[in-house]
């Protein structure tokens, strides 16, 4: 029976670098500021008077959620600093919106373990009473690792797209492969975010998990709330290789978008990923149809990551979603390939990975008019580990080639199918093991030490 194929997710909001928040102005980084529950950092009222209260809210991709990550340490919004109240240094002094002064009280420092911190009290950017509701506010508090602590932030780079721990986001399935709690595998090797496959359609333009499963109450959505109280997100993965695909049951482009927006307003996602293949990917009317719903998507919702996923021979892709996507001026956040059921059998599946990529490369370069840096910046790699569907043998230390090419080229994706299988076989049911001689999780610590 055909198993659903990884799809790529995305994300909006983007990891935080270790240390203080350092760039060139040209090299700011603007976007949300997610944190407990998933929610944003956000400017109540979207007023930009002195003294407007900073909160906990649902993200709505409004410019109240928009914060810049500057060059000298400081996080602003709707032109101002990011401020702690008077001055304070005080376990529970509020924070607010106000012009800024370069005053140490609206300087921050970030550390690897997702905390944001004002050097001047030595304490951590916090929700007040670990409360995820609409309008919590926000001050700063002695640093206790709890989740109400932890945030994820637009991160200044070397003026190309930032390092992300979102890029690392394998797929989780819950539709069987006897799916692990995803606190097993964060607590095992630090990976919070996920992609988490697939919605479907229900043989109608109308979203659902699997095609089956109701889109929010169900086990998907304790998935969700489980990865956030732990400090991550998910992406959702539209399609996949089996099933019906919302983008050849909804009828038009309009109807498509209207689809994809349902799942973002349930969620308030960051990102999302169409994994378009098979018969989809054949049908050059799909194809359209899903260009024009995703340019209507990404103008409806600003800040909202959009990654495509899409098969691969081993030189590269083919290439006519891209072509169609350019041609209709549609810019994706990440266009991923699976490089794996090509026809490696034998052969060194992490070298044919990189092939494949470089194919993918080519291909942007000349849909798109990118340079080699732009290219790999707007590219992703999603694997499968272990044995795959025609045989070929993915190994650990694939895993660490198709890594070390990702770091050296600042790929925006680097993710497989999936953490249900990254574990040995058992005697369990399908798709829930690699097939391969590992220890719990060896692929899902590789991939965690990607840096983007």
Known sequence: MPRPLPAVVSLAALSLATGLLTASPAQAATGTVTGLAGKCLDVAGANSADGTAVQLYDCNGTAAQQWTVGSDGTI????????????STADGATVQLWSCTGAANQKWTATAASDIVNPQANKCLDVTGNSSANGTRIQIWSCGGGANQKWTAPAPGDGGTPSTPMAVAPYLYNGWGSPPNPTTVTNATGVKYFTLAF????????????GGRALTGGVD?????TVRANGGDIVPSFGGWSGNKLESSCSTASELAAAYQKVISAFGLKAIDIDLEADAYNSPTVQQ?????????????AGLKVYVTIGTGQSGPDTSLINRAA???LTVDAWTIMPFNFGG??????NLSVQAAEGLRNALKTAYGYS???????????SMNGITDQNETVTVNDFRTMLAYAQQHHLARLTFWSVNRDRPCTGGPADSCSGVGQSDWDYTRVFAAYTG
């Open 76 to 87: 602003r919004a709707l032109g101002k600093c990011l401020d702690v109240t008077g001055n």
């Open 199 to 210: 919605v479907l359609s229900n043989g109608y333009c109308n979203p659902q998990w699997d």
């Open 221 to 225: 959505q304790q998935t969700i709330n």
């Open 289 to 301: 149809r899903t260009v024009d719903a995703l340019k209507t998507v990404k103008a409806n919702n």
């Open 327 to 329: 041609g209709s001026g």
């Open 345 to 350: 059998v034998g052969q060194n599946m992490g």
């Open 372 to 382: 080699d840096d732009q290219a790999y910046r707007s590219m992703g790699i999603s």
